[in-house]
């Protein structure tokens, strides 16, 4: 069913449960994975950041994205999953929906804030950007819940999966409440 991954990890504590979930997948799956991890300089060039105080920002970020990606890597690696990493400066919606277009990923795995998913659906955060623009299925991994979107160029129906939480499925943008299927 999945035989490329994507999963989207930042410095967040919840990248420890995304790469979690990802592991579990590739591993029933035999897939493998990419660790994504996009450093989004422009949060950097407003207020109430500026001149070098930006630039020491930046290099933080960049140091701390950098160091849990690999991280990471070595845990799946670990566990046996076959994975590797691409650490990419831009747009993070734009980076991750590059990478899942480019490398054919069949599945994107990401955070979000499952307390506030209706709202996301509605006025638009990373998440939503992703899971209505993606090639792919796309699974939320918050700290309450798991989501996962079918891609809305397949018209397809949503379908029962093993996900290892409470689940939400939304298709085409219309959110279906209670378990996949």
């Known amino acids: 069913m999945f035989k490329k991954i994507l999963i989207c ?20 799956y035999n897939a493998d994975a990419i660790l994504l991890s996009v450093l989004d300089a422009a949060r ?59 490398e054919q990923t069949d599945l994107i795995i990401m955070g979000g804030d499952a307390k506030n998913w209706m709202r996301s659906l509605l006025e638009g ?11 792919c299925n796309v699974l939320r991994v918050g700290k309450d819940a798991t989501t996962i979107v079918p891609p809305v160029s397949s018209g397809k129906e949503p379908r029962k999966a093993n996900v290892p939480a409470t689940a939400t499925v939304s298709q085409n943008g219309r959110p279906l409440i209670g378990g996949l299927g």
């Open 125 to 135: 955060n990373l998440w939503s950007e992703v899971s209505r623009a993606a090639p």
């Open 9 to 28: 990890v930042d410095d967040s504590p919840v990248s420890d449960r995304i790469a979690e979930v990802g592991a579990d997948i590739a591993r029933r």
């Open 44 to 102: 950097f060039a407003r207020p109430p950041f500026s001149g070098l105080e930006a630039v020491a920002m930046v290099d933080h970020h960049s140091r701390s994205l950098t160091n849990n990606a690999y991280r990471l890597h070595e845990e799946l690696q670990a566990e046996g999953v076959n994975s590797r990493v691409m650490f990419l400066p831009g747009q993070t919606a734009q980076m991750i929906l590059s990478v899942a277009d480019q």
